[in-house]
């Protein structure tokens, strides 16, 4: 089941006479049939904080950031369906705490040095470590032994920073009809893989796949295309993730 | 070598029709085979199926009985449990050790032996327990070891010896309401037959028969909303995979009432307007996988499966049993559906709901074993009869899985609604000084709370029982459960995925006497925010162990709080051991 484009509705659903609106923190928000309460919200211009979402692919719930309090129940937002009457609560203490230790469970279980990372700016974890207000991780580093893997002659592959997301295991499924990438192990010892002995090198992997450019992080780094834009002017130095959404919300 | 290893894959591929969704069958089969699923065989797998060897690797890797390096022909698993510890698991696997020359989680030499600890297995009621291969060895005595040992290697039929038969002796200690009673084989099945498909479920949503694995759905709604669905097959699913710590009623169930069940499965199969169901066994119940499958024919040459059941026609319905390959998470239904279908046990996020989207997309109703045998018995004598024992809220039955500190270990048939206090009275535990109810994912209970009536609207449970005496640490006991969900969570979410970890360290720390106020503190907010945050019921119930024992026995916790502000987690010295130890200065031993 392919999820990856939004798709025009058909005109019959689409009628305004049966319109899908439901309240996030109290303001009402349209959707069109088959979209996400997360999709619905970007539309409306309400950023709900999300990592693992990406809005070219499936969703698959697996960083549970976008986590709201939908109908007095936490769901993922990006899994959940937008439903008439639906309530949903996602700008509350409560969330922006727990959200907070989610990023923070991501920032100990990996190895991430922001300073010296060339993904420092355009990085979505360190992004919402800033916007949630992540100070310095209270929580014991891990220290897993993982591996980097630079087999491949244009793409970095440095597990340390990987954080789960499964967006290059969608990517090179679903768009790049490679499938490149899947995952090994279970629970903490879950890792990515590519299945490949030798590496990524030995796989149909390609620079200019869609998997190689939707890691939220560096652990899918392109070989000599880094430091293009200097620290300082990238993405989330110049304004903090969700701005762009937020910036659709129409002004009052 | 390779040559009969290909030929075998291609065989074992050919056995499913090359179907991907098959996956699971197939790696058992090479496991078992083989002892170990080796790349090659991934390859093959892969060409044979279709499916990319990445996500060959994806599934095989996930199991814990499925292994991608080569290990001893003998496998064997001591169940490391709260329970099998105070039993004496740990002399047994010193005994294994002393035996073999090697330390647990190594192999000898020779590649015969391989011994490791491995999560319940079932068997609480008989432990110390282990499996050997796949047969299940219980009540073991270090005296027993030596001997087993030169069993196996006296016995030299290749890569799968079974030399060692199971020696699992019957579990149920007292029949009531669901077992007592005559039942032959297709009571059940004849009574559902004398009413339409909607009416037996009017009987069982009459009968507010709820699901037995602890979740507690009513069982009619589940089977109503099935049946209204509209799909191109309709599915039940008897979900087999009890690996909850402590209960073993399931197991207790199908070796010794398996045509209740199997009853059961049919009256919904009926019910549902299925066609086929699938028993999803846990791969440490593979020693009943051959008397299952006895029944199951025994029935088909009774007419009771198969074609015209009964004589009815147009009724045909038949059952296929699914070994898992080791993972708690399996249990949970989606998750169950996943590995049914040859994938990663992750479970899905909801909605769609199985009812309408389960196996391979098709309306499906899980249902526990305990809740099939239950619709049987229902059938058979009544909704009236089963709602008027119990409470209001939980009608009928509950088998208790008893284990622990207690005269009398195994299963209680009793009538929902029974104290904990009756409860110790009839397993004989006059001193018991607290009860782990429903396993790691429930809660412990402390005596202020025995009153307390087994019943979902009070203390709700899938039947797990662990009863520990005053001698026994609870906090300790919380932290081997937290290591349980370490080794359990399937790792798709991050809450349970790294919450579990940190929640175990924050135990370890506290168990170690370097824990202060706020250590504790901070371990509370992060056990809420896993059970807040997960996606599924592992993660929301993994730090239960954590929360209802700093809720219930505070003082325990107390005790062992440093008065300091700031402990490190890790002392000084041994931080500094390794350094100390090359550098030739070992003799400064660590001090706390």
Known sequence: ?252 | MMANQGDAVRRFIADVGGDRTRLLDIALAVQKHAGYISDEAVALIADGTGLHAVEVEDTVSFYAFLDRTPRGDCRIRLSRTPISLIKGASRIAAAFEACLGIAIGETTQDGRFTVEWTNDIGMADQEPAAMINSAVVTHLTEADIPGIIASLRSHTCGKNPFPVGSTVRPSLVQAGPLLAGPFAAGDGIRAALALSPDKVIEEIIRSRLRGRGGAGFPTGMKWRLTRKSAGREHYIVCNADEGEPGTFKDRMLLADFPDLVVDGMTVAGYALGAREGIMYLRGEYTYLWSQLQTVLQTRREAGLLGHAICGRQNFDFDIRIQLGAGAYICGEESSLLESLEGKRGAPRDRPPFPTEHGYLHQPTAIDNVETLACAARIMVSGADWFAGIGTKESTGPKLLSVAGDCARPGVYDVPFGLTINELLDRVGAPDAAFVQSSGPSGQAVSPKDFGRQIAYEDLSTGGSTMIFGADRDVVDIARQCMDFFVEESCGWCTPCRVGTTLLKQGMDKIVGGRATRADMQALASMANTVARMSRCGLGQMAPNPVLTTMRDFPEHYEARMRSETFVPTVSLQDALREASRIQGREASKAAS
């Open chain 1, 1 to 252: 089941m392919d999820q990856t484009s939004v798709q025009a509705p058909p005109a019959t659903l689409a009628m305004p006479q049966n319109p899908i609106r439901f309240i996030v923190d109290g303001m009402i928000v349209e959707a069109q049939p088959g979209q996400s309460v997360l999709q619905a919200c970007d539309d409306a211009g309400i950023y709900i904080p999300r990592l693992c979402y990406h809005p070219d692919l499936a969703p698959a719930g697996n960083c549970r950031v976008c986590t709201c309090k939908i109908n007095g129940r936490n769901s993922a937002a990006c899994v959940t369906p937008a439903m008439h009457g639906m309530s949903v609560e996602n700008d509350t203490p409560q969330l922006a705490a727990d959200r907070r230790v989610l990023i923070e469970m991501l920032f100990v279980e990996g190895i991430h040095p922001c300073p010296y990372c060339v993904a420092s700016g355009d990085c979505e974890l360190q992004a919402l470590g800033y916007r949630l207000g992540m100070v310095a991780p209270t929580e014991n580093y891990q220290w897993q032994k993982r591996k980097i893997d630079a087999t491949h002659p244009d793409i970095a592959l440095d597990h340390d920073r990987c954080i789960l997301c499964s967006r290059c295991i969608r990517a090179s499924r679903m768009e790049d009809g490679k499938t490149v990438f899947a995952f090994s192990g279970r629970g903490i010892e879950m890792r990515l893989t590519v299945g490949a002995d030798g590496g990524l090198g030995a796989t149909q992997m390609a620079a200019i796949d869609k998997a190689a450019g939707v890691c939220p992080v560096a652990c899918i780094v392109i070989k000599r295309d880094s430091y293009m834009v200097p620290n300082g002017k990238r993405r989330f130095e110049t304004a903090p993730i969700g701005s762009d959404i937020e910036a659709r919300r129409p002004k009052p």
